[in-house]
């Protein structure tokens, strides 16, 4: 029997309701590799069997997981015999390309025990950056999970070479789920959650369990901790949760060693960290602007054009006043004002060669000009997202 001090308060309970954790259908769990090996220099086979547990009762309960898992580096050194941390870029891809197999094998082991396929899923940047690549890589994983395969997602870290690097398996699994439209990721990590402050140095530091908002005192609470052989610690667990709470998806982070985390917390049980999200963007073009990629071009617009928008308007080409780089239709965009500020980011509807052409022009006037029929904006409202939007939600401490 647990604990009374495990219990859910019905005031916890509420809010966690309010945030969707016990409703969540489609759940993105990311395990990182020091969950994985306890601390130890190697992955801990009895680590995976428990994950797989946890994932496959859950699965059971009709809903849909994607694994997103580290391990790769640590397990290709492991199979080698390196025991040094691993230095050089070149050095870890080769040691990613030697664990990821072995890694995939033992959850393939686990998972099958328990009546249940894994598919490995390894994705870059560029699968996110390109928006035909992201709508790809989305009908994969959806497929996958039709057929009730748990996908086990990492990063492609051989040939992820830095400028296309996402760097931490915290980002790529809030990436993950904003690619999926999940309702939850859970980050399982060897802390508790956000701490007020580094709980080894501050006998008096107290895990904080909802944020509302990631100001400035969250981001100093992160700074505190460290985990000790994942790429992150708490700063890139901030920047997933943000990336995720921006796409409408409620983030958890808590600690991977309490035995079945994540069917606990569907059972209402709380424990980690909330981050409480934002409303779900409309668009799924709008969720991939959350994303934060990287824009391909620039247009600058006038000062109507400027209030149009941030009344909830369309980009229409008379309010174009210049275009800046290359891009396609269906690419990120800038759209600053004339004096340089950023006031949204959006997807175009036209290459930027067309935009030159149609600059300064009334809607009614682009056929002509162009010589077919076109659309009648240049980056229409349900694929724009306002600048200075980020919401700057504040911490609420209430336990
Ligand atoms: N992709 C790396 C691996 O599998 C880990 C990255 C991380 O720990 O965030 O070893």
């Known amino acids: 029997m647990r604990p009374d001090s495990s219990r859910p308060d019905s005031e916890a309970h509420l809010r966690a309701d309010r945030v969707g954790v016990e409703s969540a259908r489609r759940i993105v769990l990311k395990v990182g590799t020091s969950t994985l090996t306890g601390g130890k220099a190697v992955v801990d086979p009895r680590r995976i069997t428990a994950l797989a547990e946890d994932v496959a009762a859950v699965v059971r309960q009709r809903r849909e997981v994607i694994v997103v898992s580290s391990g790769a580096i640590v397990t290709g050194a492991g199979l080698l015999g390196q025991r040094r941390p691993v230095r050089g870029l070149s050095h870890k891809q080769a040691l990613a390309a030697v664990g990821q197999p072995l890694l995939m094998q033992r959850y393939a082991a686990a998972f099958e025990s328990l009546g249940l396929r894994v598919g490995q899923v390894l994705l870059t940047q560029r699968d996110f950056a390109n928006r035909r690549q992201y709508v790809n890589a989305r009908r994969t994983l959806e497929a996958l999970l039709g057929m009730g395969i748990v996908p086990i997602v990492n990063e492609n870290d051989t040939v992820s070479i830095e400028e296309i690097q996402i760097g931490d398996n915290d980002t790529l699994s809030a990436l993950v789920a904003n690619l999926v439209g999940a309702d939850l990721l859970v980050i399982l990590s060897d802390v508790e959650g956000l701490m007020t402050d580094d709980p080894r140095r501050h006998r008096d530091a107290r895990l904080i369990p909802e944020v509302t908002r990631i100001d400035a005192s969250v981001l100093r609470a992160a700074r505190q901790s460290r985990t000790a052989q994942g790429v992150g610690g708490m700063a890139t667990k901030i920047t997933a949760a943000r990336i995720a709470t921006e796409a409408g998806v409620t983030t958890i982070v808590t600690g991977g060693e309490r035995p079945q985390p994540l069917v606990r917390l569907l059972e209402g049980e709380r424990h980690g960290t909330v981050f409480v999200p934002e409303p779900r963007p409309r668009s799924g073009r709008r969720r991939w602007l959350a994303l934060g990629i990287p824009a391909r071009g620039t247009v600058v617009i006038d000062d109507g054009a400027r209030e149009a928008l941030r009344r909830g308007g369309s980009l229409l080409a008379a309010g174009v006043v210049d275009v800046q780089g290359t891009f396609e239709p269906g690419e990120a965009i800038l759209i600053r004002d004339t ?49 200075g939007n980020e919401g700057d939600r504040a911490v609420k401490r209430t336990r």
């Open 339 to 387: 004096g340089g500020a950023e006031v949204a980011r959006g997807v175009s509807s036209y290459p930027s060669a067309q935009v030159v052409r149609i600059m300064g022009i009334r809607s009614t006037e682009i056929a002509r000009v162009l010589g077919v029929r076109a659309p009648k904006e240049v980056v229409h409202r349900d694929n724009l997202i306002l600048a």
